[in-house]
């Protein structure tokens, strides 16, 4: 495929990614849907644009927040130094993110300047400005390597966990997409990521279940993204009630829920063998070493608390 036809082609799946990440899948977007044979065969039959619409509202209104300040910043708050440096790359592109609401550090809006960049390398190749082609290489390389590939193992193992066809498919085709498009633009040798150091919480005196919850719940510290529905399921999993409403408050409750019930160390077995299904996943995929051995110091972490717990019921 000659440098045009490749640069015209990621951006026009780019495109249609970040459609189907902001706006879900809609009959609009269905007929181009069906050209692609991955995420075809994922499509809900009949198709029903209200199911759809609520579908993905529950996915990324309700579980799995995509925006990469929630999976880097370790304060697990949207915003921050995250967005500004995101909005600082678009500024330099010159690229204007649709107005949807969502904030700019949106997986959506990320796949949106990847495919305004590749699109704008398409026209140089076109024009024959090979130098301008290779500048905005360069550009796409950069935010990959500094905005994308960071916090893309994360929500693929998120979006993954929650056991929705289509978006399985989608997150799926995503990282193979970027991966590919990263190998193609070279000097991956210099490709690397490191998370900040997580805190000793068992060496805190003053360590209680707000700030094992607080651990747990922040991708960066904990290498796991913990939804709604993953904390339902924890919760029936040891017929526990998890309460309602926002994750931490949700995560708290269990833990409550599980020491009233003498379940804690049972919680901590159960959350242990999360931690090691969120390693084995970030073991499958490339660029994924920094979240991988972060799942396994957590691993250790839910491993020694309960260690802890058990020795002092003795």
Same mark, same amino acid.
């Given at each position: 495929m000659e440098s045009n036809q490749l640069a015209l082609a990621h951006s026009r799946t780019y495109t249609l990614f970040s459609g189907l990440y902001l706006n879900g899948l809609t009959g609009e977007l269905l007929p181009i849907i069906q050209a692609v044979p991955e995420l075809a065969a994922a499509l809900p039959n009949p198709f029903n644009p209200d199911q759809a619409a609520a579908d993905h509202q529950h996915l990324f209104g309700f579980n799995v927040f995509p925006y990469a300040s929630l999976?880097?910043? %370790?304060?697990?708050?949207?915003?921050?130094?995250?967005?500004?440096?995101?909005?600082?790359?678009?500024?330099?592109?010159?690229?204007?993110? %649709?107005?949807?609401?969502?904030?700019?550090?949106?997986?959506?809006?990320?796949?949106?300047?990847?495919?305004?960049?590749?699109?704008a390398e398409a026209r140089a190749w076109e024009e024959d400005r090979p130098a301008a082609a290779a500048?905005?290489?360069?550009?796409?390389?950069r935010f990959l390597d500094h905005h994308l590939l960071p916090w893309l193992p994360p929500l693929v193992v998120a979006i993954r966990q929650q056991g929705h066809p289509f978006y399985t498919a989608l997150v799926t085709l995503t990282l193979e997409l970027v991966h590919a498009h990263r190998?193609?633009?070279?000097?991956?040798?210099?490709?690397?990521?490191?998370?900040? %150091?997580?805190?000793?919480?068992?060496?805190?005196p003053?360590?209680?279940?707000?700030?094992?919850?607080?651990?747990?719940?922040?991708?960066?510290?904990?290498?796991?993204?913990?939804?709604?529905?993953?904390?339902?399921?924890?919760?029936?999993?040891?017929?526990?009630?998890a309460g309602f409403g926002d994750r931490r408050p949700m995560l708290l409750a269990l833990f409550h829920s599980a020491a009233s019930h003498d379940r804690l160390a049972a919680l901590l077995?159960?959350?242990?063998?999360?931690?090691?299904?969120?390693?084995?996943?970030?073991?499958?995929?490339?660029?994924a070493g920094a979240w991988?051995?972060?799942?396994?110091?957590?691993?250790?972490?839910?491993?020694?608390?309960?260690?802890?717990?058990?020795s002092k019921s003795l």
């Open positions: 999976f880097l910043d %370790p304060t697990g708050l949207l915003g921050g130094p995250v967005v500004e440096a995101v909005q600082e790359a678009y500024r330099a592109a010159s690229f204007a993110a %649709p107005a949807t609401g969502e904030s700019a550090d949106h997986v959506g809006h990320e796949l949106g300047l990847l495919a305004f960049l590749a699109a500048q905005w290489q360069t550009r796409q390389r190998a193609g633009l070279g000097e991956t040798a210099a490709l690397t990521f490191s998370l900040p %150091p997580a805190p000793n919480l068992l060496d805190e003053a360590t209680g279940l707000k700030e094992i919850a607080a651990y747990l719940l922040s991708p960066p510290t904990s290498g796991l993204y913990l939804g709604r529905d993953d904390l339902g399921r924890l919760a029936r999993h040891l017929d526990l009630p077995q159960a959350l242990q063998t999360l931690a090691t299904e969120w390693e084995r996943a970030y073991k499958e995929m490339e660029l991988q051995a972060r799942a396994a110091q957590t691993h250790q972490f839910l491993a020694d608390l309960q260690g802890q717990i058990l």
